[in-house]
């Protein structure tokens, strides 16, 4: 009778007083939601899987409280197991042979659910190894099944943890990898940003040609070590972007992305191939111009030959750099083929100089087109305020205008100003030189007739002038 009482004070506990868990805090819907299906477990153990799927998620906000969960849920499987396979009322006449055989059945249930924890961690260990965007979640899973296990088996689960722990070290390596991949792409993208906005275009300083040539020549120089550098430390990163940018329609597309692992970079590599695709699509007429340049006067030739040695120095990087680009390299050959045939910059220079003597022989001072001696004396009045102690007097003035040149209002018509233009030629006392300059006199009107003129302008640059042709 006391055996039977037991029993039946052992399922009433077990039915009516599955443990709960008491919480009123700010995951209380979780936690009831819980509850209900842990209810619910002692009929259908397929809502246990729904009570798994709640720890979860308070896993991630409350590690105390989702730990008194799965304790919960640890005791409400062993009883529902218990309950599966315990002995009714109905059974006691069965005796010691009933016992066995229940005792059996309840180690098979617990067998076959620690056997489904084993299924279901493997399957979780296998998603977390090949989806490296969710290894996270899998891992998390992976883990719960094998902690349920050791708490059954202890060897097993044991086992179970440590290959979860081996993934989990692999897992952080191909997170830092991923990072490291993404900071070399930034930093050779940083690279392609300079060699966007770097490109040597030569130029020329009258004052300092040889200044002029020094720059241009750095200019080239820099723009190469930029380049050596980007395919000494990111030719495998490269050859990913040669297959993306070939496959797509990069044209006009700034700023374009490309995919690089397992992230998506805007990158500037594509910006400065649409640049350099762009530069050869004009390089005929840019070449035209660089080879006409060479042969004509004044400064054209210095400066012709500073873009010719840009030129090359740009189309030798990005033919290395874009290697299935044929075009860049025969560019960098046809430019390097008339630098050869050019004769270098010494015969640039002569060119120039050869234009410049001549030009300097056939300048002649503006033709006086206007005799006025009153407006010349003020010319030269203007002209000797304003110009640096090293100019010397004039040498001779010129009016370029033959009649003033009247402003008027333009809704009455009525005279504001008039202005005269002038030419001045005067002897750079530092230099020797003379120069030609340019004078603007100005004359206000004031409403009965004109005041004396003003000068307005003087032009500090001139041109040089023989002493023999300024009274020519």
């Not at 819907?29 to 998620?57: A, H, M, P, Q, R």
């Not at 290894?135 to 708490?151: F, G, H, L, N």
């Not at 000494?232 to 797509?248: M, P």
């Not at 220079?349 to 503006?366: F, G, I, V, W």
């Amino acid at each position: 009778m006391k055996v039977v009482l037991h029993i039946l004070l052992t399922l009433f506990f077990t039915n009516t007083v599955m443990a709960q868990i008491n919480y009123d805090g700010p995951l209380v819907v979780y936690v009831k939601s819980f509850n209900t299906y842990l209810e619910k477990g002692k009929v259908d153990s397929k809502y246990f899987k729904s009570c798994e799927g709640k720890i979860n998620y308070v896993k991630k906000r409350d590690p105390e409280l989702a730990a008194r969960m799965q304790s919960a849920l640890d005791e409400a499987r062993g009883s529902s197991n218990a309950n599966a396979t315990s002995t009714t009322p109905s059974d006691l006449n069965q005796g010691s042979r009933n016992t066995r055989s229940t005792s059996n059945t309840s180690d098979a249930v617990l067998q076959k659910t620690i056997d489904k924890n084993c299924r279901m961690f493997e399957d979780y260990l296998a998603k977390c190894k090949i989806n490296a965007a969710e290894c996270q979640r899998y891992y998390d899973r992976a883990k719960d099944k094998a902690i349920y296990v050791k708490s059954k088996d202890t060897q097993k689960g044991s086992a179970m943890l440590s290959r979860l722990e081996a993934v989990s070290n692999k897992w952080e390596k191909q997170a830092v990898g991923a990072a490291d991949l993404k900071k070399r792409v930034y930093e050779m993208d940083q690279a392609f940003k300079y060699l966007d906005t770097n490109i040597p275009k030569g130029g020329y300083d009258s004052d300092n040609p040889d200044g002029a040539a020094e720059r241009t020549e750095a200019s080239v120089q820099l723009f190469k070590a930029k380049t050596d550098f980007i395919l000494q430390n990111y030719s495998d990163l490269l050859e990913i972007a040669y297959t993306k940018i070939q496959s797509v329609d990069v044209g006009g597309r700034r700023g374009a992305s490309m995919q690089f692992g397992d992230f998506t970079y805007s990158t500037y590599l594509l910006q400065f191939y649409n640049q350099t695709k762009s530069i050869l699509g004009d390089s005929d007429n840019d070449f035209r111009n660089i080879e006409s340049g060479l042969k004509d006067g004044g400064n054209s030739p210095e400066i012709s030959y500073n873009q010719l040695i840009s030129r090359i120095g740009f189309y030798e990087s990005v033919s290395k750099l874009f290697p299935f680009e044929k075009g860049f390299k025969v560019a960098y050959n046809k430019y390097k083929t008339l630098e050869a045939n050019s004769g270098g910059r010494s015969k640039a220079r002569a060119t120039m100089a050869a234009s410049e003597r001549k030009e300097l022989e056939d300048r002649r001072m503006p033709k006086a087109v206007r005799q006025d001696p009153v407006l010349e004396a003020k010319v030269k009045e203007y002209f000797m305020y304003k110009k640096p102690e090293h100019w010397g007097a004039p040498l001779r003035i010129t009016l370029n205008f033959a009649n003033w040149n009247i402003h008027k209002h333009p809704l009455t018509g009525i005279p504001l100003y008039k202005r005269m233009n002038a030419s001045i030629a005067s002897k750079d006392n530092k230099t020797g030189k003379v120069h030609i300059r340019s004078i603007m006199m100005r004359s206000e009107y004031n409403g009965s007739g004109w005041e004396a003129a003003q000068g307005e302008t003087l032009h500090p640059l001139g041109m040089e002038i023989l002493p023999e042709n300024v009274h020519k």
